[in-house]
């Protein structure tokens, strides 16, 4: 039966998925993915659950990026808010040395 011997069973392509995914296979491009539409199907679903665990667990690094970007604009209002607020202060507490 060499017909068996290209086309895997559904349980022993299953069963290979982790190592196929782990070496970075292209899988769309598998010869059992594309004969069957179960695996296709399967294949889809993992992709939405890995897309979803994705948006639940966003990437960490560039979140850094992001917080110092928003630290650096808070950083930046404040200063100028600061030297108004100093402004003001000196302007309204000169009047009675004058
Ligand atoms: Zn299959």
Redesign the pocket.
């Known amino acids: 039966m060499s017909e068996d011997h290209d086309t895997l069973s559904?349980t022993a392509?299953q069963a290979q998925l982790p190592e196929l995914i782990g070496a970075n296979v292209n899988l769309s491009e598998h010869s059992?993915l594309q004969s069957?539409e179960?695996?296709r199907a399967l294949m889809a679903d993992l992709e939405t659950i890995a897309e979803a665990a994705r948006q639940l667990f966003p990437i960490v690094e560039p979140r850094d990026d992001v917080w110092k970007q928003i630290e650096s604009r808070l950083e930046s209002e404040d200063d100028r808010k600061l030297v108004e607020e100093s402004e003001n202060y000196h302007k309204t507490s000169t009047p009675q040395s004058s």
Do not use: D, P, T
């Open positions: 559904c392509f059992h069957c179960l695996c």
